[in-house]
Nanobody, 126 residues
Framework: VQLQASGGGLVQPGSSLRLSCAGS????????IAWFRQVPGKGREGIAA????????YYADSAKGRFAISRDNAKNTAYLQMDRLKPEDTAVYFC????????????????????WGQGTQVTVSS
């Protein structure tokens, strides 16, 4: 299983970005997918997840109302649509996957995900 994250960049506050997480070696719909982000000196923070069990989505408070996680099973790709970006959203974003369902009480746990993609940098600055 390999994950390839892309779509990061430098944008102004209020802008939008869509991150992609392309998978190979597995069938996306059979996996839970999550997005994490990390800033220097801090641990990885769970931003959003979509569970394999029923497609239930979960969001960090910082992402609710602005970010949306989705997946295109035909393209074997998951997405994180990020709108109304803020400078505090600046971070390296990682996608992660696991073949087990995730739930409200565990989707943010890094240990729940076996497979990780490389990060993609998102910088929000004027």
């Amino acid at each position: 299983v390999q994950l390839q994250a892309s779509g990061g960049g430098l944008v102004q506050p209020g802008s939008s970005l869509r991150l992609s997480c392309a998978g190979s070696g597995y069938t996306l719909k059979s996996y839970s997918i999550a997005w994490f982000r990390q800033v220097p000196g801090k641990g990885r923070e769970g931003i959003a997840a979509i569970s394999t069990s029923d497609g239930t989505t979960y969001y960090a408070d910082s992402a609710k109302g602005r970010f949306a996680i989705s997946r295109d099973n035909a393209k074997n790709t998951a997405y994180l649509q990020m709108d109304r970006l803020k400078p505090e959203d600046t971070a390296v974003y990682f996608c992660a996957a696991d073949n087990l369902a995730v739930y409200e009480n565990n989707w943010k746990d890094l240990a729940e995900y076996v497979y990780w993609g490389q990060g993609t940098q998102v910088t929000v600055s004027s």
